[in-house]
């Protein structure tokens, strides 16, 4: 069982910056973890995953240039940091891990699957205005 918890959210003017934590408990390596969105009336939306085993990270290719995906291994979670933030990035966004160990390429493909995530937090609202 692992539990995530999403903070950072918040209201922000279009070309400001946000970081989103992720806590995670238990924290462990060679877990796959992804941050997904989800707009109203829009389908739920892969940003990036990073594997714990080596911090590897995927990015979703039209979000790539503005969003990163980092690990603190001290403080057992992950951080997405996103700039240039435009009004379109308003949305729900969940911190979401995949049960069990993983491999590095396991991982890499999950920003592409929303739904084979076993765990997910509540989520945290961005809402970006213009």
């Known amino acids: 069982q692992v539990q995530l918890a999403e903070s950072g959210g918040g209201s922000v003017e279009a070309g400001g910056s946000l970081r989103l934590d992720c806590t995670v408990s238990?924290?462990?390596?060679?877990?796959?973890l992804g941050w997904f969105r989800q707009a109203p009336g829009k389908e739920r939306e892969g940003i990036a995953t990073i594997f714990t085993g080596g911090g590897n990270t995927q990015y979703a290719a039209s979000l790539k240039d503005r969003v990163a995906l980092s690990q603190d291994n001290a403080r057992k979670l992950v951080y997405l940091e996103i700039d240039s933030l435009k009004p379109e990035d308003t949305a729900m966004y969940y911190c979401?891990?995949?049960?069990?160990?993983?491999?590095?390429?396991?991982?890499?493909?999950?920003?592409?699957?929303?739904?084979?995530?076993?765990?997910w937090g509540q989520g945290t609202q961005v809402t970006v205005s213009s």
């Open positions: 979401a891990a995949v049960a069990g160990s993983q491999t590095r390429e396991f991982c890499a493909e999950m920003v592409r699957h929303p739904n084979d995530y076993n765990y």
């Open positions: 238990p924290w462990t390596y060679r877990s796959c």
